[in-house]
């Protein structure tokens, strides 16, 4: 079974640039979730979908993020303008069942840099 | 608001010794919790997990974890660390209505000498 791929693994911006983060979950698993760690902190939640709907999105940091997932399959996580303080890392987890507490597996992460 | 405490940012231990990282963290209810190991390059990898029942928890690569709800805490340990384990630990309790929101702690960086 293959594990939670994101893409890219490392991505270089500018600021006020576009990037858009991508996320495939392990197949057959509902729900997906975005998290990010930015440089000295902890690992934030941003939000969660379950399928193609987004059950929880309290952790987004503004309205320049956006998320989809279209289809309830991959996911895509894109800034808009992108910010210096949007460095860090963008990881993506999955589980199977939604309404129920599950382990999450985790992607390696996207690491995000914007000069 | 649930929160996860590791006071120790960077730990050395040599190779053969045991371990223990530290982990408290601040919820209401029965938590769910959870240890994550992240080694360079590669994505969070669980460990172990407590969600109820016994408090000792036994993971994956020899570590365990015990749940003391007196002290709020949930400590990871392993009695005798191997080279390989070198990595950055996260602890991390289970909040929203699931408990499917993942609240981590800062992590803690363990480096093994030989």
């Known amino acids: 079974e293959a594990g939670v791929t994101q893409f890219p693994s490392h991505s270089v911006i500018e600021k006020g640039q576009t990037v858009t983060l991508r996320c495939d979950p392990i197949?057959?698993?509902?729900?997906l979730y975005w998290y990010r760690r930015v440089m000295g902190k902890e690992i934030k939640f941003l939000l969660h979908?379950?399928?193609?709907?987004?059950?929880?999105e309290s952790g987004m940091p503004n309205n320049r993020f956006l998320a989809e997932r279209t289809g309830g399959t991959y996911s895509t996580l894109k800034v808009q303008p992108a910010e210096l303080e949007d460095s860090g890392v963008y990881f993506c987890a999955s589980s199977r069942f939604p309404g129920q507490i599950e382990t999450q597996y985790f992607g390696p992460g996207t690491r995000l840099l914007v000069l | 608001a649930q929160s996860v405490t590791q006071p120790d940012i960077h730990i050395t231990v040599s190779e053969g010794a045991s371990l223990e990282l530290r982990c408290n963290y601040s919820?209401?209810?029965?938590?769910?919790l959870f240890w994550y190991v992240q080694s360079p390059g590669q994505g969070l990898q669980l460990l172990l997990k407590?969600?109820?029942?016994?408090?000792l928890v036994q993971g994956i690569k020899g570590f365990e974890a015990e749940f003391k709800r007196s002290q709020s805490s949930f400590n990871l340990r392993k009695p005798s660390v191997h080279w390989s384990d070198a990595a950055e630990y996260f602890c991390a309790v289970g909040a929203g209505e699931y408990g499917n929101k993942l609240v981590f702690g800062a992590g803690t960086i363990l480096r093994v000498k030989s």
């Open positions: 197949s057959g698993h509902d729900n």
């Open positions: 979908f379950v399928k193609e709907s987004k059950q929880d």
């Open positions: 919820y209401g209810a029965t938590p769910y």
């Open positions: 407590y969600f109820s029942g016994d408090t």
